[in-house]
């Protein structure tokens, strides 16, 4: 057989059949297709290396163990319990992977499918996908644009755009800004700036800087607020305000005010209050039940019942009745009407239509001229019918007249003097002879005398009034 290709110049001559034996040690040739490849299946063994063969494609079938192996192209279909150990898959396209461990993905771009666990390793950029459960260790440079973050148990979250935290819990949110928060209950931490929000509901448990620029339906029940520029206040319980300044108090009741200025405002009630130092502008429609007033500067107090003024100047007293008391020095006073019952020391200047019912005057210096008393009542519009003025107690005076002038530019005015023994009966002594023009003036004076006289005043054409001013002058004897 060696020079068996010698003598056969013919190549077909030197072909021969390859043969293989089943389980049953019956033999088979082994088949090829029409341009001589070998057609079969490779059951068991090892390829080492077949560096004739190129550009291979494994169209189906099972490779149950590929070992030191680089696949360089083409079409992975199905791999079914298989293990990659090491190598780069350049294009991974319609696969699920559905276990095993990925170890390092380097420029790949996941475009579907899930991804169940992610034990370690970074996402450089994730677009369009939603992250369902598990932990993300560590996110650095990355933008949610939307989903749901249902638990971030520890991290920094660089830079919010666009999203709605519906649950959870924020532990430290260091820098950024928060446009709307709803619904949301903030237990702890330090908010450095909050600008164009509104807290509904919740509690602040300490604010420690900062401005609160509009506060609606809030209850603040302790703490401290150091200044509160403007706003509103509608219900403050339970709260000590230490310092400051309340520019408006517009309702509610102030328990208890120590160590405070009011500047200025209106108090419209004050119940079982002590004022112990500070000055009070003017006071409206209050009544003081108890207490003391150390210094009154200026003002006009309406009605004073059941107080004791130890010592001070009253500038003005009008339409007062001091029941009791002793009242120590009084300058400059003049007491319209009433009763002293007691005066114990002092001077009276002057002395104008009173009437001493009892006591003794222990000195009296000087009369040294007639008493002088004028009462006018100005700008008085007639009707027509006869209208009296207040009486006047004449029975001091040895002459007294009324003086009438008509300042009004239209209708002329009728006035009569009327007398009185008892204040309720009363006589007309004298009256106009014509009607007072408008512009001119008449003087009424009584021929008779009695212990009460007033004037009385109408119009004198009827449905025209006049406008007048009257004034009383008197003499005493």
Known sequence: MPNFSSFNLNPDNLRTLIYGTDNDEVSHPVRTDPSGNLVGVILDGTISNMPIITSVSITAGTITSVLGTTITAGTLTSVLGATITAGTLTSVLG????????TG???????????????????TSVLGATITAGTITGV?????????LTNLLDGTLTSVLGATVTAGTLTNLLDGTLTSVLGATITAGTLTS???????????????????TSVLGATVTAGTLTNLLDGTLTSVLGATVTAGTLTNLLDGTLTSVLGATITAGTLTSVLGTTITAGT???VLGATVTAG???????????????ATITAGTLTSVLGTTITAG???????TTITAGTLSSLLNGTITSVLGATITAGRLDSITSISQKSFQEIPTLGITTADAYTPLSPVTTSV????????????????????VEISANGTNWFTDVDTVTGIAAGSVDVLVPQRFLKYTRLAYRSSTPGIPATISVYFNGQGT
């Open 397 to 416: 005076f040895g002459t007294y007249s009324f003086f009438v002038y008509n300042s009004g530019t239209t209708g002329s005015a009728d006035a009569r």
């Open 292 to 306: 003391t007033l150390t210094n009154l500067l200026d003002g006009t107090l309406t009605s004073v019942l059941g």
């Open 105 to 123: 993905v380097l420029g790949a771009t996941v475009t579907a499918g899930t991804l169940t666990n992610l034990l370690d390793g970074t996402l």
């Open 326 to 332: 002793t009242i120590t020095s009084v300058l400059g």
């Open 280 to 282: 009070i502008t003017g």
């Open 194 to 212: 909050v600008l164009g929000a509104t807290v509904t509901a919740g509690t602040l448990t300490n604010l420690l800087d900062g401005t609160l």
């Open 140 to 148: 650095l440079g990355a933008t949610v644009t939307a989903g749901t």
């Open 95 to 102: 696969t699920t992977i559905t276990a095993g461990t990925i």
